[in-house]
Each structure stands twice: as C-alpha cells, then as structure tokens.
C-alpha cells in the first residue's frame, strides 16, 4: 500500500503549500479543487452525478496534468446528517467511481470523512474558514454559498494545517 497518505501521516503537509495534490468533493454535486503549490487552487465544478463523474473526472486529470505522483483525497460519506440517508447508496456508489478513475490513472485516492477534517462546522463556518485563509468566496451560479467547491478546498487547507478545527468536535469511527 502506498502510504503517501493517511490519516496518522496527513501531518506531513502541515505548514506546506500542496502541489500535485487533488481534494474531490464527490457527489450529484461534483467539485474538484486541483492544488498547485498555491492557496488558491484551480476548480472544477458540475451538476450532474454519475455520469458526470465518469465522463468529465478524466478530463479534469488530463487537464490536471496529474502523474503517478498526484495524491488524491476525497470526502467519504458521512452519517451524520439522518436527512440525506437515501442518497447514501448513490453517494458511495460514486466515491468508488471517483477510486476507480483515479486508480486508471495511476494515482491512489485517499478517503477522509469530514468529521475528520471539519468536525461538526456547517457550510457557512467552512466557507468562513476558506475566505480567512485565502481571501475567496465560493459561489454558484446564482450568488449562493457553493458548498461544494468550499469543501474541496477546505480539504486541502485541512492538510496543511491552515484549516484550524481543534475547537470542533471529533468522533471517532
């Protein structure tokens, strides 16, 4: 096993900018924040799901410009929240799908809940966090909070220590 990440080892990045690191925010909603040794990374945002994942997702990694030495982290799923318990049978089926992908492209994903890196921070304390951290908001299409996009960015700044959530709450799996 490549041991280029873990959890017990994620502290190698701290006080590091990321390069060649992707953070996924995998879902219906599908973002993707590509770092490259800068705090603002370059995003990648669909509507659309499954299909939107197997389609676009290798595009993003030959845009990417992404190697066997790219690291990937991905948001696993996350119980939670009880309200959106239905979709999470298509939301693991797609954290997979992300797994595979990456796998054909020879980079080995890397699964962290966002109890882990968030503890028990909602959307707008996240979004909060980031624009601290690098002076950018995340909006969608209709001048609303991206919740999404500020995850996957939130990810990275969590591996490099600059995400500061000592004062949340963790449960362990």
């Not at 994942?53 to 799923?77: C, F, H, Q, S």
């Amino acid at each position: 096993m490549n041991d280029k990440f873990t959890v017990k080892n994620v502290f190698n990045f701290r006080n590091k900018r990321l390069s060649n690191v992707i953070t996924v925010d995998p879902g219906f909603n599908f973002a993707v924040a590509c770092w490259y040794g800068r705090k603002t990374p370059k995003i990648y945002y669909k509507h659309g799901g499954q299909r939107i994942i197997y389609n676009w997702l290798p595009i993003i990694l030959r845009e990417a410009k992404t190697n066997i030495d790219t690291i990937a982290v991905i948001e696993g799923i996350d119980f939670r929240d009880g309200s959106k318990a239905k979709g999470l049978p298509e939301l693991g089926y797609m954290i997979g799908m992300v797994n595979a992908i990456l796998m054909r492209y020879s980079i080995t994903p890397y699964v962290i809940s966002s109890q882990t890196w968030k503890g028990c921070l909602n959307d707008q304390q996240v979004a909060t966090r980031v624009k601290l951290i690098n002076g950018k908001e995340y909006l969608g299409a209709r001048g609303a909070l991206n919740s999404h996009i500020t995850d996957a960015v939130g990810m990275g700044f969590y591996l490099t220590g600059e995400f500061n959530n000592e004062n949340t709450i963790i449960i362990p799996w």
